[in-house]
């Protein structure tokens, strides 16, 4: 693995359907996120995590929960899907989640239809 | 509330330049990124501002201006690779990104 990977690359998935979308990440960063890109909408947080152990909500994170376990894996769950959870999702890492120039690697993105 | 503006398009040709205008809102300024996004693809680092002035790397070049709320990314000699959306987000005071919607640049031959 180099850098970060996501499955699936794509999902349909029946409303009321639980999913967990997959992110994991080899450059042992301690910070990641998962944000959700729409069309004419910018990237949205849902949720991030500063280190292993530790989650935060973001701007979206209702209908969504995370886990952080370690430092590689960062699931993203989406307990009951509904319509509007229709989206492209990105995994995002970075050396820190505060202060400083670190920018954030991305994965490839799920592309998740809910009907 | 936090707001970042792009234009939502823009087009150039082959071989001039480009510049893409940011103008942002936020609580708090921690610096200022500008990615790239091809069509179907993952966002890419290009650049980042936290002082005022012009950042260089080869074809690109980023300016910032804090007191303005103010940004922009200049593309000089234009390929047609660099078709492709520009985000412009900044690191507000909770150190965390807000992203403007993005900037499609179609190059033209």
Redesign the interface.
């Known amino acids: 693995i180099a850098g970060i990977t996501q499955a699936p690359t794509s999902q349909i998935l029946a409303a009321g359907r639980r999913m967990t979308l997959r992110c994991t990440q080899d450059m042992r960063h301690n910070a990641m996120y998962w944000?959700r890109q729409d069309l004419?909408?910018?990237?949205?947080?849902i949720h991030?995590s500063n280190t292993a152990g530790t989650t935060g909500k973001?701007e979206v994170p209702d209908g969504y929960s995370v886990s952080r376990a370690n430092t590689d894996d960062f699931p993203l769950t989406l307990a009951s899907a509904v319509p509007s959870q229709t989206s492209v999702y990105?995994c995002a890492s970075s050396e820190s989640?505060?202060?400083g120039?670190y920018?954030?690697?991305?994965?490839?993105?799920t592309r998740l239809t809910v009907t | 509330g936090q707001n970042?503006d792009q234009p939502t398009e823009m087009t150039a040709t082959e071989g001039a330049i480009v510049q893409i205008n940011c103008t942002y809102q936020t609580s708090g300024f921690?610096?200022l990124?500008w990615y790239q996004q091809h069509a179907g693809?993952?966002?890419?680092?290009l650049s980042?501002n936290?002082l005022d002035g012009l950042e260089e790397k080869g074809r690109f070049s980023s300016f910032l201006s804090r007191s303005k709320g103010y940004s922009y990314l200049l593309l000089k000699e234009l390929q047609m690779k660099d078709s492709a959306s520009y985000?412009c987000?900044v690191k507000d005071s909770n150190?965390?990104?807000?992203?403007?919607?993005?900037t499609k640049l179609i190059i033209k031959p």
């Open positions: 944000y004419g909408l910018g990237l949205r947080l991030y973001g990105f989640g505060a202060t120039h920018e954030q690697y991305f994965g490839p993105g | 970042i921690n610096g990124f693809e993952a966002p890419t680092f980042y936290v985000l987000a150190y965390q990104l807000i992203w403007g919607a993005g």
